[in-house]
């Protein structure tokens, strides 16, 4: 089993910044890409950018050039930094973990969410 924690949500003003955390435990060996999504009230959830082993990245069109994901495999730890925050950003943030066999999704692991609030 993977376990992944979020760590760093909370309320801030629009055009503020905010950095969030997920360390994962366990059977990490099982985890290839990571990423984090959000959830809004009333909406899907979505995926905000995700980060492979290797450190390419990739990033929802609404988020590019204000959040960047990055990845520390010695601390087990992925990283999302907001900038420029709007009150549209905010949302339930969750960490995601893909456990993949080549290009076959084998299981995603979630987090427990990190709630994200930003003011107008």
């Known amino acids: 089993q993977v376990q992944l924690v979020e760590s760093g949500g909370g309320l801030v003003q629009a055009g503020g910044s905010l950095r969030l955390s997920c360390a994962a435990s366990g059977a990490i060996f099982l985890i290839n890409d990571m990423g984090w999504y959000r959830q809004a009230p009333g909406k899907q959830r979505e995926l905000v950018a995700a980060?492979?082993?290797?450190?390419?990245?990739n990033y929802a069109d609404s988020v590019k050039g204000r959040f960047t994901i990055s990845r520390d495999n010695a601390k087990n730890t992925v990283y999302l930094q907001m900038n420029s925050l709007k009150p549209e950003d905010t949302a339930v943030y969750y960490c995601n973990g893909k456990w993949k066999s080549g290009s076959i999704l084998r299981r995603d692991y979630w987090g427990q969410g990190t709630q994200v609030t930003v003011s107008s």
């Open positions: 980060i492979t082993n290797s450190g390419s990245t």
